[in-house]
């Protein structure tokens, strides 16, 4: 991967994002008011500045309208959040993704211009309750407010069929884009591919017609 990412917030979230953003091989820059927090991501960024992301100035001598992905994981002020995300699409960056404390902070995110807004400490909850309730669902991603991804071990009803005779996409209205099978991941597959046990689908769709096939 030969892409540039700001990070803007280096909590638990942002360093989280900053760390595993250098691990896949990313060029990382990591910003933050708190001198502490920049010191502790220094080893798993490309650069790290301890700054004040509310300054437009900052923001134009970082060169931020240069990175791929500015990621404004602020957490402490909402209003810092705001700003900086509005900031950031004014100088021109193509992608931002923002981390949003509440429905009405995501509202507000995307209404300044984010293009994602993340939930993470309500997909967690979220995660958690669907594992809880059944241990068949492994991951569970929101890609916008309505579309989710899903990852789920197939039940027994589904093993020895193929892909055509589920007929998922007309009885659920969902997409299988991929077939796990151990170390093994199908991402193109076909409609006579055949469902074993401990397979994992991995599907796209609207969340009520997840959960419809969470049921199946």
Same mark, same amino acid.
């Given at each position: ?47 790290? @500045? ?8 900052? *923001? &134009?001598? #970082?060169?931020? +309208? =240069?990175?791929?992905?500015?990621? $404004? ?79 789920? @071990? ?8 193929? *892909? &055509?005779? #589920?007929?998922? +996409? =007309?009885?659920?209205?969902?997409? $299988? ?40």
């Amino acid at each position: 991967m030969n892409k540039q990412f700001a990070v803007i917030g280096l909590g638990r979230f942002g360093s989280s994002v900053a760390n595993t953003l250098y691990s896949m091989g990313g060029q990382v820059l990591g910003i933050d008011v708190d001198e502490d927090k920049v010191r502790a991501v220094i080893q798993f960024t490309t650069r790290a @500045v301890a700054a004040d992301a509310t300054d437009e100035q900052v *923001l &134009r001598s #970082l060169a931020i +309208r =240069n990175f791929d992905v500015v990621i $404004v994981a602020i957490g402490g002020s909402i209003q810092a959040s705001i700003m900086v995300t509005l900031l950031a699409k004014e100088l021109g960056v193509k992608y931002v993704v923002a981390k949003a404390q509440n429905e009405l902070h995501g509202k507000i995110l995307y209404r300044v211009g984010a293009d994602r807004v993340v939930f993470p400490e309500r997909d967690m909850g979220f995660r958690v309750a669907r594992n809880l309730v059944s241990s068949s669902i492994l991951e569970y991603i929101e890609l916008s407010q309505d579309v989710g991804m899903l990852e789920m @071990v197939v039940p027994q009803k589904m093993v020895g069929k193929e *892909l &055509r005779q #589920l007929d998922l +996409r =007309n009885r659920f209205n969902i997409n $299988v884009i991929a077939i796990k099978r151990g170390e093994h991941v199908n991402i193109t597959p076909r409609a006579d591919d055949c469902i074993e046990k401990d397979d994992v689908l991995v599907v796209v769709g609207l969340k009520e017609d997840l959960q419809r096939f969470e049921q199946y």
